[in-house]
């Protein structure tokens, strides 16, 4: 079957200071989900305001990046000092929408992050990074600003090995086989679970998040189904490493991935009594992460930040989900 067309682009084809004044208004959400990062989270922080936001100029011209939020998922270490000392507004994920259900999960917390930023265009920037570079936000939001036909960046990078052990396993033996059985138009992307991608809200706030790690390959398929494979392209990133986990932690992953896909693959009836816990001959059952979160819109505790500043300008008291 043919793959689908996806445009891609290098991260070095966008100057950050030709970009911001490109916006048009836009307003830029840079955020970090975190939990226990306090070695990382605040060289990124820096990093970015110091070269990307208003308050250092990029030369005289407008800033690229408008804020810079830390989702504190429950750390118990320095995590959350650290992003505020550098500058980042540091946003508890247990404090966004508290109306709702409690949830968990990286995706529970990207669907918070934006539900707690202001942005039009939110780049999503995983905190764990050590070969971060201000290139990797240049490079995502450079596509978005330039044509508004897309609505999804996805970067992708060379992983190399650290201490024998390299990046990507999870998408190549569980995400790329089933993307290519299912969703061969998708086979294109060549980080389908790559943790730093950007999105328009406008899109996002319409779409279910999976709480797991199933989260990007979820909605990397529900954009395509809605807009198209057009509507997405993916950028070189360079270089990518971090914390690598041990192979033990990646089964569960592997399984909130294949339990997204088989989800939304055609021709599959989806079964509510099929296991949600990984078993290991002598280990304890691990539970996965199956649940989703509903689109944003459908929410009547979400309150965009469009309806917020209308809020103010008419003299009622504003609220904010965080």
């Given at each position: ?80 000092q ?21 949830g ?11 539900a ?13 990074l ?12 450079g ?62 706030e319409?779409l ?6 199933g989260?990007?390959?979820g ?21 990518r ?61 979400y ?10 300008g ?9």
């Amino acid at each position: 079957m043919p793959t689908g067309e996806v445009n891609s682009f290098t991260s070095e084809q966008f100057d950050p200071a030709v970009l911001a004044r490109s916006k048009n208004g836009a307003i830029v959400s840079v955020c970090l989900p975190a939990r226990n990062e306090e070695k990382t989270v605040g060289s990124i922080v820096e990093m970015i305001r110091g070269s990307l936001t208003g308050e250092h100029g990029l030369d005289g011209h407008a800033a690229l990046v408008d804020e810079v939020i830390v989702m504190d998922d429950g750390s118990t270490d320095r995590t959350a000092q650290v992003a505020a000392d550098a500058g980042a507004r540091v946003v508890a994920v247990r404090d966004v929408l508290p109306e709702l259900p409690t949830g968990s999960g990286k995706g529970n917390v990207l669907w918070k992050s934006v539900a707690a930023c202001r942005g039009d265009l939110v780049v999503w920037i995983d905190a764990d990074l050590t070969s971060f570079d201000t290139s990797y936000v240049t490079g995502l939001l450079g596509p978005l600003l330039i044509d508004p036909t897309v609505a999804m960046v996805k970067g992708f990078y060379q992983r190399p090995e650290h201490n024998g052990v390299g990046g990507g396993r999870t998408t190549e033996i569980m995400a790329r086989p089933l993307i290519s059985t299912f969703f061969p138009e998708l086979a294109m992307i060549r980080q389908p679970l790559g943790g730093e991608y950007a999105a328009r809200r406008v899109v996002l706030e319409r779409l279910p998040f999976c709480q797991g790690y199933g989260v990007e390959t979820g909605l990397l398929i529900d954009i395509a189904a809605l807009l198209g494979t057009g509507a997405i392209a993916q950028v070189d990133l360079g270089v990518r490493t971090h914390r690598s986990r041990p192979l033990n932690d990646l089964g569960a992953q592997a399984m909130e991935v294949l339990h997204t896909v088989v989800h939304r693959a055609d021709g599959i009836e989806w079964n509510d009594q099929w296991s949600t816990q990984l078993l290991h001959p002598n280990q304890a059952p691990v539970t996965v992460q199956t649940a989703e979160r509903p689109p944003l819109v459908s929410c009547p505790e979400y309150v965009r930040p469009s309806d917020q500043i209308e809020t103010v300008g008419s003299g009622r008291e504003a609220s904010h989900a965080d």
